[in-house]
């Protein structure tokens, strides 16, 4: 079965500084791989995802991933933290066909000024 | 109108009484999908509906009963719910296909209706 691990429930950064979010997936095939947002009191939004295509992926707000098969992992980077950034972020896992998106637990970033 | 509108935003309700959450998405998707969020744990799938019917139950109480009368509105019906059933549920579609050039399946949320079980 697919899942994610989300590595650290809380990150923290200051206002400019690099973001590096974890996400590392376990799947039998080549899954599809997403990453979400979620801002307090809302649904989530997708940020960005993988299809197997191009390995590194660009979403909104200037977030990108990359899709490393050696690492079974699917890091979510920004270079520069803006303070509208904080909010809880959710890997996810797919496989091709399948109705089953599985959710990591999700990490909470906070942005300091 | 928004993708994917959940009613109500929030609701109140004791151990005994019935109600129900609505969902409603205007993009045009084939399949809808009910998710529980609660703290600190990762979003639990309830109930997926693709083409109209249930494929997928994740060994739900029954006092949890989905329906969905068409492809666009997916209801979960509330009844004796119990105080740890207090979350937010979420509901979300997707366009699922299969074969070259099937969809990645991505999927949209709502806003989510607030639940707290006295």
């Known amino acids: 079965a697919q899942s994610v691990t989300q590595l650290g429930s809380h990150v923290s950064v200051s206002e400019g500084a690099l973001v590096l979010l974890r996400c590392n997936y376990s799947?039998?095939?080549?899954?599809?791989l997403f990453w979400y947002v979620q801002y307090p009191n809302q649904g989530l939004q997708l940020l960005l995802k993988?299809?197997?295509?191009?390995?590194l992926v660009k979403g909104i707000n200037g977030f990108e991933a990359e899709f490393k098969k050696s690492e079974t992992s699917f890091h979510l980077t920004k270079p520069s933290a803006h303070m509208s950034d904080a909010a809880e972020y959710f890997c996810?896992?797919?496989?091709?066909?399948?109705?089953?998106?599985?959710f990591g637990a999700g990490t909470r970033l906070t942005v300091k000024p | 109108e928004t993708g994917v509108t959940q009613t109500p935003r929030h609701l109140v309700m004791g151990m005994t009484n019935k109600k129900s959450l609505k969902c409603e998405q205007h993009?045009?998707?084939?399949?809808m999908y009910w998710y529980k969020q609660s703290a600190k744990k990762p979003l639990e799938l309830m109930f997926v509906?693709?083409?109209?019917?249930?494929?997928e139950n994740n060994s739900v109480p029954s006092r949890f009963s989905p329906e969905c009368p068409n492809s666009s509105h997916l209801f979960l019906h509330l009844h004796t719910l119990q105080p740890e059933d207090s979350a937010l549920y979420l509901c979300?579609?997707?366009?699922?296909?299969?074969?070259?050039?099937?969809?990645?399946?991505?999927?949209?949320f709502g806003e989510g209706s607030r639940l707290t079980v006295l």
């Open positions: 799947s039998s095939v080549p899954p599809y």
């Open positions: 979300a579609s997707s366009q699922d296909g299969y074969g070259a050039g099937a969809h990645t399946g991505e999927l949209f």
């Open positions: 996810a896992v797919r496989k091709y066909n399948n109705n089953d998106m599985r």
């Open positions: 993009l045009g998707h084939n399949a």
């Open positions: 509906y693709s083409l109209e019917e249930r494929v």
């Open positions: 993988y299809t197997s295509a191009a390995t």
